[in-house]
């Protein structure tokens, strides 16, 4: 269920590395848990964040969630088809309802991330599925 080529964590996020840059979103547990997402609140372009900053805001008909950065570093795209359709963070979290792009400044930060099976050991523990 959770991609292996992605690092997570703890707060839901997932990052895949492309290159010098990570493409970021949030997990099938988080979007599960919020349920259905009616509106996405994204950085502009150019914003520099730090690891574990918050970038933007998920609003679902059950809660609003912070949207925490996996890795420092200055967002170079954004998703801005999730303002008219933010249903695709549902519909298909690790494709098309991706949120941000950030150009990763220091990819040893990468290594405090959880992978696919720790993070599905969190889960676990936190009684998650």
């Avoid at 990052?15 to 349920?35: M, P």
């Avoid at 963070?89 to 099976?117: F, H, R, S, T």
Wanted: glycine share 10%.
């Amino acid at each position: 269920m959770y991609p292996a080529d992605l690092k997570y964590t703890r707060e839901h996020e997932w990052i895949r590395v492309e290159g010098d840059k990570g493409r970021v979103g949030i997990t099938h547990h988080a979007q599960s848990a919020l349920g259905d997402v009616v509106f996405v609140e994204l950085p502009k372009l150019g914003r520099r964040l730090k690891q574990m900053e918050t970038f933007g805001v998920v609003e679902s008909v059950k809660a609003v969630s912070d949207l925490y950065c996996p890795a420092s570093g200055e967002v170079v795209e954004a998703n801005t088809t999730l303002e008219g359709k933010p249903e695709l963070v549902n519909q298909d979290c690790y494709g098309a309802g991706w949120m941000i792009v950030v150009k990763v400044a220091d990819p040893k930060e990468l290594n405090k991330l959880m992978d696919a099976k720790a993070y599905e050991a969190y889960l676990a523990a936190e009684g998650g599925h």
